[in-house]
């Protein structure tokens, strides 16, 4: 079993910073990209910010220089700090990682529960 637990979300003023963060635990040989994706009421689910074990990062247009997305390896936990946030970038966060659970096992996708974040005043 493996579990993707995400922390840090909450309510924000536009221009105000949050830091979320998702810890995978569980049975784990290995994990490949972990990312952070969104998903807004009436919109689909959309990515924002992966980073590879390499450490090689990528974001989309939206958040490039606002958000930073950083990883432990150590403690298989990825970060995402938001920096002047706007209202819309509220949404549901979700996280998610592609993990190898045994040595002789594919890699697959799991994601966690989300977490709201809404930037209002």
């Known amino acids: 079993q493996v579990q993707l637990v995400e922390s840090g979300g909450g309510l924000v003023q536009p221009g105000g910073s949050l830091r979320l963060s998702c810890a995978a635990s569980?049975?784990?040989?290995?994990?490949?990209?972990m990312g952070w994706y969104r998903q807004a009421p009436g919109n689909e689910r959309e990515s924002v910010a992966a980073?590879?074990?390499?450490?090689?990062?990528n974001y989309a247009d939206s958040v490039k220089g606002r958000f930073t997305i950083s990883r432990d390896n150590a403690k298989n936990t990825v970060y995402l700090q938001m920096n002047s946030l706007k209202p819309e970038d509220t949404a549901v966060y979700y996280c998610?990682?592609?993990?190898?659970?045994?040595?002789?096992?594919?890699?697959?996708?799991?994601w966690g529960q989300g977490t709201q974040v809404t930037v209002s005043s």
């Open positions: 998610n990682a592609v993990i190898k659970r045994w040595s002789i096992s594919p890699f697959r996708d799991y």
């Open positions: 569980g049975n784990i040989f290995s994990i490949n990209t």
């Open positions: 980073i590879t074990s390499g450490g090689s990062m």
